[in-house]
C-alpha cells in the first residue's frame, strides 16, 4: 500500500500483533507481546495506557529490524480471567520517521545529479532514504 507524500511515495507498514492485558491487583496492567523477542512486556496504569505503551515497545523492538516477526493469531492466545486479549496496530514506518536515529554514510552519485538536486532543492538524503525504502518494500 501505498500513500502520496510531498510528490513522492512513502511505503505504509501497517503491523499488527495480539497482546494479553493482564490485570494487576496493585492496579493497572501489564502488557505481554509474545511475539516480539520471544515475548517481551511493558504496562500502563490504564488499558489505554497500556496499549500505547505496547505501540511503542513494538515500535522500539523493531525500528531497526528488516524481517518483522510473523503475528501470533489472536484465536491462538489463551487466557484466564484475569487476562483479556486484544490488538495493537500501527505504522512502523511512521514510527521509524519519528524515532530513528540517521546514520551517516558515504556515497557516490555523478556530479551532475548532485548539482541538479542542489538547483532542485531536494534533500539528497532525504531522496537516498524514500528510495532505499521503495526498492525495499519496508
Known sequence: MKK?????????????????LHAEAAGGYSVEIPDIAGGTWTQGETVTEALK????????????EV???VATS???????????????SFDLQAFRRR????????????????D?????GLNLSQVLTEALHQQLGI
Open 53 to 64: 505503551m505496547a505501540q511503542d515497545v513494538i515500535g522500539t523492538m523493531l525500528a531497526d
Open 74 to 88: 489472536f484465536e491462538a492466545l489463551t487466557t484466564d480471567d484475569t487476562t483479556a486479549k486484544a490488538i495493537v
Open 99 to 114: 524515532h530513528t536515529q540517521a546514520t551517516r554514510v558515504n556515497v557516490s552519485i555523478p556530479a551532475y545529479l548532485r
Open 116 to 120: 541538479a538536486g542542489r538547483q532542485a
Open 4 to 20: 502520496a507524500n510531498g510528490g513522492g511515495f512513502m511505503a505504509i507498514q501497517m503491523i499488527t500483533y495480539p497482546v494479553l
Open 67 to 69: 524481517q518483522i516477526p
